[in-house]
């Protein structure tokens, strides 16, 4: 409300990127830090996004950007409530693509792989709250991960800058006719 109230009631876009990532094997993680995933992944987006699309609407214009991950197409051990979660988006992504066909609306994905961010410290203070490691069976893996998350940088090559990210986000927004999909 408060958005709309200082953009005169017309927004023309929308970047739904707030998310985090709940590491751990899907047998070991509790139902409430699966919905906690999904929450904060995919529901908080479906409402800000329900919110805001009348605007768009009205205006017979807009842009709606989801920022995804290369995790939502493809999975990965102990990353499964992440997978999930992206997986869900894509899916529902696609739908909302669908169903704003007849509209002036555009909608777009993009799916970054590793992104320089808090994403690993986050990731560890989730795994350290929902995941009881010394009970698991995937303990051994576990210490690994704990010691590759403590570490402040990744070792990951293809770790990039979020700044990456903002050419796709902008041709997304600006382009006359936005792709469905970036690959970053």
Wanted: aromatic fraction near 8%; charge should be positive.
């Amino acid at each position: 409300a408060q958005t709309l109230e200082l953009c005169h009631g017309r927004l023309y876009g929308l970047f739904n990127n707030g998310a985090y990532g709940q590491p751990g094997a899907l047998e070991d993680l509790p139902t409430d830090a699966l919905r906690a995933q999904f929450e904060s992944n995919f529901f908080g987006w479906h409402e800000l996004t329900r919110l805001l699309l009348p605007s768009m609407l009205a205006a017979n214009e807009g842009r709606i950007i989801q920022n995804s991950s290369v995790l939502g197409l493809v999975a990965m051990k102990y990353r499964g409530a992440y997978n999930a979660s992206k997986f869900a988006l894509e899916g529902y992504t696609d739908t909302l693509r669908l169903e704003l066909r007849d509209t002036a609306i555009q909608i777009s994905l993009i799916e970054p792989g590793p992104i320089r961010s808090q994403f690993r410290s986050n990731a560890l203070i989730k795994l350290q709250q929902h995941i009881d490691v010394a009970t698991s069976r995937h303990h051994e893996v576990y210490q690994q991960t704990l010691h590759r998350l403590q570490n402040p940088k990744p070792k990951n090559p293809f770790t990039l800058e979020p700044e990456s990210c903002l050419k796709p986000v902008l041709h997304a927004l600006r382009s006359k006719r936005a792709k469905t999909r970036y690959g970053v």
